[in-house]
């Protein structure tokens, strides 16, 4: 028996030290709802877990960049629309300049021909998402309805996942209709077959960039959906490694729980020990 240093307190109180650190590492991982809130519990699962946690971020904003994709798509498909029924407004007056009509009849004709491939100029220099236009970019050098540039847009976490949207220049300029101010279309001057020509060409080509806009907005939404679901899965395979068992947690809480109150217990009655020590001196000087 000591009185100097009480061995067994100091072992006792090592012990619930140890528990108590524990109990509060478990009270953490239950009132948090991670099972690894810092890299000294465990550094590989730790570098695992922000390792996924990296790849869902970027498939998330990859996510959101396809939805942006179809958004900005269908914008344009909505100028495109009244793109072609302008055009088919224009058609429908060339057919009718063709027929019985005299020289006031056709310059009457001729002033709402310009007035629509001027509302053509308008959907198409008006149109844009954020900032972006897809239907005036470039000149109009190139034939007409060729794509006269591209957009990348990131659709994946991985380098060079990406879907390209062609630019095109869809004003009355680009479809070939007007040559600076002058219209090219032009019922009183040039002959109808030339004008329909023209009109038939400048709608082809309005359909073939909303026939690639709509396979494009295919696109997009699936590769939105297929971010989704992967994103989905890693963010579950990521809860594997960090997010708490809490039934599990909660047992070792409690288990922690008792044995600090047992060592609490324990550290009162081995403190009692150089007390004991002190009656038995006591008792040796009353004799």
Same mark, same amino acid.
């Given at each position: 028996?000591?009185i100097n240093?009480?061995?067994?307190s100091?072992?006792?109180?090592?012990?619930?030290?140890?528990?108590?650190?524990?109990?509060?590492?478990?009270?953490?991982?239950?009132?948090?709802g991670i099972?690894?809130?810092?890299?000294?519990?465990d550094?590989?699962?730790?570098?695992?877990?922000?390792?996924?946690r990296?790849?869902?971020?970027?498939?998330?904003?990859?996510?959101?960049?396809?939805q942006?994709?179809?958004?900005?798509?269908?914008?344009?498909?909505?100028?495109?629309?009244?793109?072609?029924?302008?055009?088919?407004?224009?058609?429908?007056?060339?057919?009718?300049a /063709?027929g019985?009509? @005299? !020289? =006031?009849?056709? *310059?009457v004709?001729q002033?709402?021909?310009t007035?629509? $491939?001027?509302?053509?100029?308008?959907m198409?220099?008006?149109n844009?998402?954020?900032?972006?236009?897809?239907l005036n970019v470039?000149?109009?050098?190139?034939?007409t309805?060729?794509?006269?540039?591209?957009?990348?847009?990131?659709?994946g976490v991985?380098?060079?996942?990406?879907?390209v949207?062609?630019t095109?220049?869809?004003?009355?300029s680009?479809?070939?209709?007007?040559?600076?101010?002058?219209?090219k279309?032009d019922?009183?001057?040039v002959?109808?077959?030339?004008?329909?020509?023209?009109?038939?060409?400048?709608l082809?080509?309005?359909?073939?960039?909303?026939?690639?806009?709509?396979?494009?907005?295919?696109?997009?939404?699936s590769?939105s959906?297929?971010?989704t679901?992967?994103s989905?899965?890693?963010?579950?395979?990521?809860s /594997?490694i960090?997010? @708490? !068992? =809490?039934a599990? *947690?909660?047992?070792?809480?409690?288990?922690y729980?008792? $044995?600090?109150?047992?060592?609490?217990?324990?550290?009162?009655?081995?403190?009692?020990l150089p007390?004991?020590?002190?009656?038995?001196?006591?008792?040796?000087?009353?004799r």
């Open positions: 028996m000591r240093k009480n061995l067994a100091i072992n006792i109180y090592r012990e619930y030290s140890k528990n108590l650190i524990k109990q509060g590492s478990s009270l953490e991982r239950v009132s948090s099972k690894i809130n810092n890299s000294k519990e550094p590989n699962a730790m570098a695992q877990s922000e390792r996924f990296m790849q869902i971020r970027g498939l998330q904003m990859a996510g959101n960049n396809a942006d994709g179809v958004s900005m798509l269908q914008t344009a498909e909505g100028s495109l629309d009244g793109i072609t029924s302008m055009l088919q407004r224009v058609r429908e007056l060339v057919v009718q /063709g019985t009509t @005299t !020289d =006031l009849d056709k *310059e004709i002033k709402e021909i007035q629509m $491939l001027s509302g053509v100029d308008d198409a220099n008006n844009e998402f954020n900032g972006v236009k897809l470039g000149d109009a050098t190139g034939a309805g060729v794509a006269t540039g591209a957009i990348g847009m990131v659709t991985i380098s060079g996942e990406k879907i949207i062609p095109y220049n869809l004003t009355a680009g479809l070939k209709l007007r040559d600076g101010t002058t219209d279309v019922v009183v001057n002959d109808t077959a030339v004008c329909l020509g023209l009109v038939d060409t400048a082809d080509a309005i359909m073939g960039a909303r026939s690639k806009f709509g396979a494009l907005e295919n696109r997009f939404q590769s959906d297929s971010t679901e992967i989905d899965k890693i963010q579950s395979a990521e /594997g960090r997010d @708490t !068992d =809490l599990t *947690e909660l047992m070792e809480y409690s288990k729980n008792l $044995l600090v109150e047992a060592g609490t217990a324990m550290m009162v009655q081995s403190n009692q007390q004991n020590a002190l009656k038995i001196l006591e008792n040796v000087r009353s």
